[in-house]
């Protein structure tokens, strides 16, 4: 009893920080504190794709490999392996995108220089199989994230998540596991001990 009581007030410990100051907003990234929980969510980063205080906010989780690529989803797509990534917990039925190419898929939505949510699937099929995009454009997802109004807010103050800046880059990087270790780095010295943690602070 002793040991959990410890372990809950050095856990209490670790999240007496101000937020980061970087103003949450359409193509920010979010960093998962590195207790949370959740199947989805646990040390996830994820690129918010809209935020509205009164009607709410949605992203996609990107560093999340499923053991999937879009063959295996989709036979829209000819001779083309593009691997698919775990989005988030809603519509996980349903498949989105990121991808680089808003000079020629049209209905895309900039959410920040360089990466473009969606556009029409019908002539993303064209522009994909007649190699017009490379799978080096372009990220597949299962599913997003989403909030309701404030309770995203919520979930900052309560320091649930981390604010930062993102790249074009990053989000196309080809090693997305170390983007959360790599995210935390970024983010300056208050959270540097965060990499320290275990997965599972019962097993320490």
């Known amino acids: 009893m002793k040991k959990e009581n410890r372990t809950m007030i050095d856990m209490n410990m670790i999240f007496k920080f101000k937020p980061t100051g970087t103003k ?21 980063v994820l690129l918010l794709a809209d935020y509205n205080d009164s009607e709410g906010s949605f992203g996609l989780i990107i560093n999340k490999k499923t ?11 000819k001779n083309f392996d ?4 775990l989005g988030g917990p809603v519509q996980t039925d349903n498949l989105f ?7 020629i898929l049209k209905d895309s939505l900039e959410i920040l220089p360089g990466v473009f949510w969606g556009g029409d ?7 994909i199989n007649e190699g017009i995009m490379a799978k080096e454009d372009i990220r597949f997802y299962l599913g997003y994230a989403g909030w ?14 981390l604010v ?7 989000i196309f990087n080809n090693n997305p596991d170390s983007l959360w270790k790599n995210s935390i780095k970024k983010l300056g010295h208050d959270f540097m001990h965060w990499l320290n943690f275990p997965v599972n602070p019962q097993l320490n």
């Open 82 to 85: 593009a691997e698919v990534y």
């Open 67 to 77: 053991d999937y690529t879009i063959g295996d989803i989709t036979t829209e797509f």
């Open 164 to 170: 930062t800046n993102v790249s074009s880059k990053e």
């Open 24 to 44: 949450i907003q359409q193509g920010k990234l979010l960093v998962a504190e590195p207790f949370m929980p959740d199947f989805y969510f646990k040390r996830s």
């Open 97 to 103: 995108y990121l991808h680089k190419r808003g000079d």
């Open 148 to 161: 309701n109004p404030k309770q995203l807010d919520k979930e900052l103050k309560e320091i649930s998540w």
């Open 121 to 127: 699937f019908e002539q993303l099929i064209f522009l």
